[in-house]
């Protein structure tokens, strides 16, 4: 019996190239959909960037407790999804794209915490997580998402985000 040899590595070194980003990360469907832990981080920028003047990654860390590499570089991927922008050393800032889904994700993260920490009397951390988790799944409906939330005319205040 004979077995067909594998690709020559030059073929799958040609493919990997192509699913290469410019910052040396795999492109693919999935890296197009925002995490929970990129929406919690885009939540937070938004809300350090809300008096027009941006922010500096040590805020970031600082607001959602994490450290400032973790901060760094999940700002680093909002920056390659064009969400962000930030120059070397310098304040990021939300692209007008990055404000407009900072404002679709606040619209509907309050709302799902609020009704499943009311209706499920979960921990208020699970509740956060959960609700993180479900904009993230849906985030390719995400307008329709805010709709849904925001139609019984209940206010759910913001609350600050570490909280989140």
Known sequence: ????????RSIKQNRLKEDIGPHGKCINEQAKQLTPSAIKYLMA???LCSAGEGARCVDVAARLNVSKPSAHAMIQNLCSLG????K???????????EAQAKLCEACYAPLYERMHAALALDEELCRSVAL??????YERIDELAESLN???????MKEMYSL
């Open 1 to 8: 019996m004979r077995f067909a040899a594998p690709p020559s």
């Open 45 to 47: 920028t938004a809300q």
């Open 83 to 86: 969400l962000a922008t930030k």
């Open 88 to 98: 070397r050393y310098g304040i990021v800032r939300l692209t007008p794209e990055g």
């Open 133 to 138: 988790n479900v904009l993230s799944q849906s």
């Open 151 to 157: 139609t019984e005319n209940t206010a759910y205040p």
